[in-house]
């Protein structure tokens, strides 16, 4: 079964619950089959898969909450503010691993999975814009704002850790 | 692997980012726009030199290109978090396995054909996932030195254009010698080098500059390396353009943002002294 290991676990991380994330996988396999035809042969087929999946997570019930909740501007067209932090704040090892996986956690989903889709699965910006609909210069921008609201949090509770 | 890249990441290395703040966003708010697509590969070639230029010259920006890439690994190995239960893979191959096959002998056949397709497609993704993982972890793994001895203020700890003492001064220090190329009559020069770590084990690195591009040769140990040498002739790592190959037992690896053709001369160069 193609990305089968890895479709796993970007689905726990979309829905945050390992049943559901199941369920996620298995519906996408069931659509992949069911709609193989309509995949062109030469296209990205990673992309094509994934994107069933996050579709079928969107319009799932887990899905339309963590979406909906959503208040974050996430494309304005507001400059960033140039990053305060200072590299040694940041010093992310792997040992913080587990501080990493909770500040993805709070992360909102479209933050998550960007950064999942560039960092973990190691998809081109091209590949992102594909599986997520969404056009390049987009991909780039909100890439850049997780990435900092990630900064961001990361030092919050490494802060709060003390 | 870690290990030897924090060894070549010394704190001093960034303290001038907290000093220069203010200069920072003064002056290189055009260049910080462009670090993330340049650390993620996707800054066209041209683009991609002239940033690396930058990085050169700039050490706030080195430094921040630096923590940058370390978040990167960092969500990279965070994110790599859960792992399905054999029972649901078992469930969901019994699933997409064609059902009644006999009877719909139609819809039957098309499903097999899909799945056997996907199987396929899987399969072959699968091993040339692994493998170019593999691969671009390692070379990952020098890119992140090669940055971090452009981002050093020490950046090689023999200091010397003479191959004749750059070689013996790794004697000892190393479990292998190698020869060092003669570079007369070429754009190259030899800066120097100093020890270098990957999985734990010693190797050289050695720094060549051609105009005002560096270039990093390193070599180990075909045993230090977990999967050997770079099976294939390694490319580019995240917009480095990257050579590798092997010799006598010895991984050579060479990573710059030169242009392919000065890195290939070196090659040549280096490859006839081996």
Redesign the interface.
């Known amino acids: 079964m193609p990305h089968f290991e890895r479709l796993y676990n970007f689905a726990c991380w979309l829905t945050q619950d390992r049943h559901e994330a199941e369920d996620l996988v298995q519906e996408t396999y069931a659509k992949a089959l069911k709609g193989f035809s309509s995949f062109q042969p030469g296209t990205n087929f990673r992309a094509w898969i994934y994107k069933i999946l996050r579709n079928t997570f969107l319009t799932s019930r887990t899905g339309l909450k963590a979406t909906s909740n959503v208040p974050l501007d996430l494309e304005g067209d507001d400059v960033l503010p140039p990053a305060k932090e200072t590299p040694e704040s940041i010093l992310l090892q792997r040992s913080d691993s587990q501080l990493v996986q909770q500040a993805l956690e709070r992360l909102p989903v479209a933050y998550r999975e960007v950064l999942l889709l560039c960092e973990v699965e190691e998809m081109s910006y091209q590949e992102i814009s594909t599986t997520l609909a969404i056009p390049m210069g987009t991909v780039m921008s909100r890439l850049s704002r997780a990435r900092r609201a990630l900064r961001t949090l990361v030092q919050e509770m490494q802060g709060s850790r003390g | 692997m870690?290990r030897a890249g924090?060894q070549q990441v010394p704190?001093r290395a960034?303290?001038p980012?907290?000093n220069d703040?203010e200069v920072r966003?003064m002056v290189c708010?055009n260049w910080?726009d462009k670090l993330?697509?340049y650390l993620?590969g996707?800054l066209p070639p041209a683009e991609a030199r002239a940033v690396g230029e930058h990085l050169r010259s700039c050490g706030a920006c080195a430094?921040?290109s630096?923590?940058?890439v370390?978040?990167?690994?960092?969500?990279?190995?965070?994110?790599?978090?859960?792992?399905?239960?054999p029972a649901?893979?078992a469930?969901?191959?019994k699933?997409?396995a064609p059902r009644r096959a006999s009877r719909w002998k139609v819809v039957w056949f098309?499903?097999l054909a899909?799945?056997m397709?996907?199987?396929i497609?899987?399969a072959i993704?699968?091993h040339l996932n692994r493998e170019r993982?593999g691969e671009?972890q390692l070379l990952s793994e020098l890119a992140d030195l090669h940055v971090a001895t452009l981002a050093s203020s020490n950046p090689v700890d023999v200091v010397s254009t003479d191959r004749h003492t750059v070689k013996p001064w790794f004697a000892g220090k190393i479990p292998f010698t190698f020869n060092l190329p003669e570079l007369q009559d070429s754009p190259f020069t030899l800066v120097g080098g100093k020890v270098s770590y990957l999985n734990q084990s010693p190797g050289a690195e050695l720094i060549f500059r051609v105009r005002q591009h560096q270039i990093s040769v390193f070599i180990f140990q075909e045993q230090a390396l977990a999967n050997g040498c770079a099976r294939k002739n390694a490319q580019s790592a995240r917009s480095f353009s990257a050579r590798s190959w092997s010799h006598n037992g010895l991984c050579y690896f060479m990573i710059s943002d030169v242009a392919a053709q000065d890195l290939d001369k070196l090659r040549e160069l280096v490859k006839r002294a081996g």
């Open positions: 870690d924090e704190h960034w303290r980012v907290r703040n966003t708010e910080a993330d697509a993620d996707e430094a921040e630096l923590s940058r370390q978040q990167k690994r960092a969500v990279q190995a965070a994110g790599q978090r859960f792992t399905p239960d649901f893979r469930r969901i191959q699933s997409i098309p499903a899909g799945a397709a996907l199987v497609v899987g993704s699968l993982r671009q």
